[in-house]
């Protein structure tokens, strides 16, 4: 993957890679810890350096739900979306709606040539909403 996007393959960027492709949606402490694991000690500007190649060469996704701080996936190259747990901040892929990138239909483009869009949905995961009151509305049991 890496020559095949002009990228030299060394360590730091191998373990980096696999990091992001074993822990979806993990933030960068997280890649640290994972990377540290794998190689030992390596630098956090070394793994943000890496990250930024990664992405640059379209390896790596990075999002950033509202509130929270950057993620990175591995699943690049389609109109996938996301769903984001408002209590514990899980993060789960969704697939574009239907069809042919429906998504991409913008009820007025203002003369812009869109190629991608990002659709963020909002909610509870499994897990928080049987333990997690919203106000207004009685607990789950």
Avoid: K
């Amino acid at each position: 993957m890496l020559r095949g996007a002009a990228l030299r393959v060394t360590r730091p960027r191998l373990a980096v890679l696999h990091a992001v492709h074993t822990h979806p949606h993990a933030d960068t402490d997280t890649i640290i810890r994972v990377v540290r694991s794998d190689l030992g000690e390596v630098s956090h500007q070394a793994v943000y350096d890496v990250l930024r190649a990664l992405t640059g060469a379209g390896l790596v996704r990075r999002i950033q739900p509202s509130g929270s701080v950057a993620r990175y996936e591995a699943r690049v190259g389609d109109n996938h979306h996301h769903v984001v747990c408002r209590s514990c901040g899980a993060i789960a892929d969704v697939d574009c709606a239907v069809g042919h990138t429906p998504c991409l239909t913008a009820s007025d483009d203002s003369g812009f040539v869109i190629d991608e869009a990002e659709v963020v949905y909002w909610g509870r995961c499994p897990a928080c909403s049987t333990t997690t009151t919203d106000p207004g509305r009685s607990a789950r049991v």
